[in-house]
């Protein structure tokens, strides 16, 4: 019984951290409308980023944050400036266009085969770092220190990125955007400076999650995939858009993820997830928390 | 010589030189390399049923391959049925899933579609590589299966030499490419560019767009899957992690692309120009540069969505154009 | 005989009330025009009818049978055809391929299809441009096209949406003549439009809409005249009252 309860402990943290990977997905969809295919490469990217400064400096994973997150958004805002603004100017009347699923599909094959190629397929993990390993007792629990600290980072990045879009005149500029792009720009708004912004923080918040997650999750060229997979499970569940809808859904995956293996095997867990997926998508595509989307 | 004589002169002289191939290529990896390259240009192509002309992204086609190699595989193995029996059931079987998917996820927006179709392929490649046995069929799980080379012929689809394979897969993909020919021609072409391009009139002029998209998930369902089958009697083994694979789906997606979705050869083109690339890219620099082939479709990719979004044979299509008029304006000059 | 009635029609869209309780009926080979200011709720009595989305309350009656909620589809097959009022071309595509996709409702054969969509040109004085790029055509002929793939349906009651809206004088004109043309092939029309000489030419019969409610019908002379019209477009302090 104990057991149950640390592991649904544990699957809360995890997922939490999930969610944190989901919500620059979410963010990115909710203000352009596109689904970013590339998601999990930039968070592969990020975490490569926060590996080498934490490796070259010394620093601790968490002071990292200080130089990933201004790269990371500097990264986001030039890749859809330079790869994806072309396209939406092009398409000005499609509502959602397919093609920049393709480029960022592209871009996703590009960024995790440089990689491979640069860095090399071996796996590395940051050595010695203050929080590797680290448990925390509780009673007769143990609870993994890295995702608590995970757990904190995601809550206060989602509230603050929940903050800067109600309070931020930037903010509100990026959510009258993704009402109506055509009225937003009547009232001064630069579109696409806009998009760039909303990337360029779907990036660094992904640059976040990495910082997270390199305390205690193995870094290698493809690490992307999986959580790309299921951050766009994730933010179905959540609801595209969402910000807590995103942190909710990463939960819930943690969660089956960390709970269900007491039950069946692990694989089998992994279908469980598939299918919740597609449930979702086939009853209620936009989600527990999402905007109504005229599907 | 009229133009429409010189199309057919030019399409007699490129089906006699792929026809004619073997004659001169004797070795067997170029045979090999050429029939995997015919076998890509007609993944492709029956992709591009769905892709091209009902105007969505499925990015889970290998999902596809994979029924038609498994069925035809487990019946061929467990029961003795020729493996061409077997393609065809498998076919049925993958156009069957082809619809349960397509119903529900044709209505949706693009970008969920496309999540649908990889969710789809992905928990099957999850469910086969965790099952052993699946009611009396015996999948093997993640081992996969062998078929051991024991009878060759025609009755059990295998030969020991390779030109065999090459003709077969030649003669699918011209059936094929002669296929999407005639349905662009048809009804249900007009139907689905229609439906493809401007939904909501379409509708308002009889069409009932996700059906039509529908009977194109139907077609390509069951044409991919007869790929599936080649495949597996061609590589004489099969195993979830390379034909229920993303990377396939995504390759298959990323060619037509490149190529040209919607229109009959573009696929094709892609295929012609990119598997080369892959191949040449993987023997030389498989060892000093890993995934270098990924990366230049990725690049390839991302220039032609940016430059060219009807794909390359837009141009090629134009630069063929000129030559022609070019030939037949002097001709005219002449006389 | 009655080819549309609408009986107590209303759309909610949430909390806002698009059409309340409207009333309508067209005789069949009439022209009947549908006014009001802007955002009366035009469209939205449109798009009830051609079954872009079903009615909150109320029923719809084509050709005696009730329609309310059937798919555009079905109603296109049943024989009754619109054209939207953004126009929406296969751009990419001839003017004779879009009205051959208008010909397929009709035939299942490619050639029948061509056929019918070349007569349909001709009739409209347009098959000049069978081969133009449908992106690349005027406004005009852009709504032309509309109107000739609407007819190549061989609708018995057409739906046009303020098909004059972009459109200069000279070529208002000719959009009436054509209109007219239309009833000679024994379609009915059912009319949206702003531009009041035209609806005033062309309609046998006109409906007046304001916020979703019918507030005068009858011939255009009478309409015109009426008092709540008048209101309705001007403001009060225009009545005669």
């Known amino acids: 019984m104990i057991y149950i309860l640390e592991d649904t402990i544990n699957g809360i943290l995890m997922g939490s951290i999930y969610g944190l990977t989901a919500l620059g997905l979410t963010v990115i969809f909710g203000v352009l409308k596109v689904i970013n295919f590339a998601h999990g490469s930039l968070l592969m990217v990020g975490m490569y980023v926060a590996y080498w400064t934490v490796v070259l400096s010394g620093l601790h994973p968490y002071l990292a944050l200080v130089f990933v997150i201004p790269v990371m958004f500097l990264f986001g805002y030039y890749l859809q400036d330079i790869l994806i603004k072309p396209i939406f100017r092009a398409e000005k009347n499609v509502r959602e266009p397919i093609t920049v699923i393709i480029v960022t599909t592209g871009l996703w094959y590009v960024l995790d085969n440089l990689t491979l190629l640069i860095f090399g397929p071996q796996y590395r993990s940051i050595q010695g770092n203050p929080l590797q390993g680290k448990m925390l007792e509780l009673g007769q629990m143990l609870i993994s220190v890295p995702k608590l600290w995970g757990f904190v980072t995601a809550i206060l990045t989602a509230s603050l990125i929940y903050l800067f879009f109600q309070k931020t005149r930037m903010g509100r500029a990026i959510r009258a955007t993704s009402l109506d792009r055509e009225a937003a720009s009547l009232m001064g708004i630069n579109q696409y400076k806009v998009y760039n912004v909303a990337f360029g923080i779907g990036t660094a918040t992904a640059g976040i999650a990495a910082v997270t997650l390199v305390p205690f999750y193995n870094i290698f060229p493809t690490v992307g995939v999986l959580f790309d997979i299921k951050g766009f499970i994730i933010v179905v569940l959540g609801g595209l858009g969402s910000i807590g809808g995103a942190i909710l859904g990463g939960i819930i995956v943690g969660l089956i993820e960390s709970v269900a293996p007491q039950f069946m095997t692990a694989t089998w867990t992994e279908a469980i997830v598939y299918g919740l997926f597609l449930v979702f998508l086939f009853v209620k595509p936009s989600g527990l928390f999402g905007m109504k989307y005229d599907w | 010589m009229t133009r429409e004589k010189f199309n057919i002169i030019a399409l007699a002289g490129v089906v006699i030189v792929a026809f004619g191939l073997p004659l001169v290529v004797h070795s067997a990896t170029y045979l090999h390399i050429l029939i995997l390259l015919w076998l890509y240009a007609y993944l492709t192509t029956s992709w591009n049923l769905v892709g091209g002309f009902a105007g969505v992204l499925p990015l889970g086609h290998a999902a596809f391959v994979g029924i038609g190699a498994y069925t035809s595989t487990v019946l061929w193995l467990q029961y003795g049925i020729s493996p061409w029996i077997g393609m065809l059931i498998g076919g049925l079987l993958a156009t069957i899933v082809g619809i349960i998917i397509g119903l529900p996820t044709l209505k949706m927006r693009g970008a969920y579609f496309a999540l649908a179709t990889i969710a789809f392929a992905e928990g099957l490649r999850v469910m086969v590589e965790n099952i052993d046995r699946l009611g009396p069929f015996v999948l093997n799980g993640p081992r996969g299966l062998q078929i051991p080379p024991l009878e060759t012929g025609l009755y059990s689809f295998m030969f020991i030499s390779k030109i065999p394979y090459y003709y077969i897969i030649l003669v699918m993909l011209s059936g094929v490419l002669a296929f999407t020919w005639f349905i662009s ?45 080649f495949y597996a009697q061609f590589t004489l083994y099969i195993h979830p992690k390379s034909i229920i694979s993303l990377d396939l789906s995504f390759e298959i997606a990323f060619i037509a692309l490149i190529g040209g979705r919607g229109s009959i050869a573009g696929p094709v083109l892609g295929a012609l120009l990119l598997r080369p690339v ?58 | 005989m009655k080819i ?87 751009a990419s595509k001839s003017v004779l391929y879009n009205v051959m996709v208008g010909a397929f409702a009709i035939t299942d054969k490619t050639s029948e299809a061509r056929e019918k969509a070349l007569w349909v040109l001709e009739y409209l004085n347009f098959e000049d441009r069978k081969d133009t790029r449908a992106g690349n055509l005027t406004i005009a002929d852009r709504k032309r096209l509309e109107i000739a793939r609407a007819l190549a349906t061989e609708p018995k009651l057409l739906l046009l949406d303020e098909v004059m809206a972009g459109l200069r004088p000279a070529e208002v004109d000719e959009m009436v003549a054509i209109i007219r043309r239309l009833r000679e092939q024994g379609v009915t029309i059912f009319v949206i439009e702003h531009i009041m000489r035209a609806i005033m030419a062309l309609s046998d019969r006109v409906v007046v809409i304001q916020f979703g409610q019918k507030i005068a019908e009858g011939l255009p002379q009478q309409v015109a005249a009426d008092e709540n019209v008048i209101k309705a477009y001007l403001g009060e302090e225009y009545a005669v009252s």
């Open chain 2, 185 to 229: 021609r048809s009804k249900l072409g007009y139907l689905l560019n229609a439906g493809g391009e401007e939904p909501e009139a379409a509708m308002a002029l009889g069409i009932n767009v996700a059906r039509a998209k529908l009977i194109a998930m139907a077609m390509s369902s069951f044409l991919t899957a007869l790929a599936g089958t």
């Open chain 2, 278 to 335: 892959s191949d040449f890219s993987r023997i030389y620099f498989g060892d000093t540069l890993p995934g270098l082939h990924l990366i230049i479709f990725g690049v390839v990719l991302i220039l032609v969505m940016l430059f060219q979004p009807r794909g390359l044979q837009e141009p090629l299509t134009r630069m063929f154009n000129k030559l022609q008029a070019r030939l037949f304006a002097s001709k005219a000059m002449e006389a």
């Open chain 3, 4 to 90: 549309l009635e609408v009986q107590r029609l209303t759309k909610d869209f949430g909390g806002l009330r698009a059409v309340d309780s409207l009333d309508l009926d067209i005789e069949e080979g009439e022209i009947l025009g549908l006014i009001g200011p802007n955002g009366a709720g035009k469209s939205t009595v449109f798009n009830c009818v051609a079954g872009v989305y079903p009615p909150t309350r109320g029923h719809i009656y084509f050709r005696s049978e009730e329609i309310s909620g059937r798919k555009p589809w079905d109603l296109c097959k049943y024989g009754l055809a619109r054209t939207f009022q953004i126009v929406k071309p296969f």
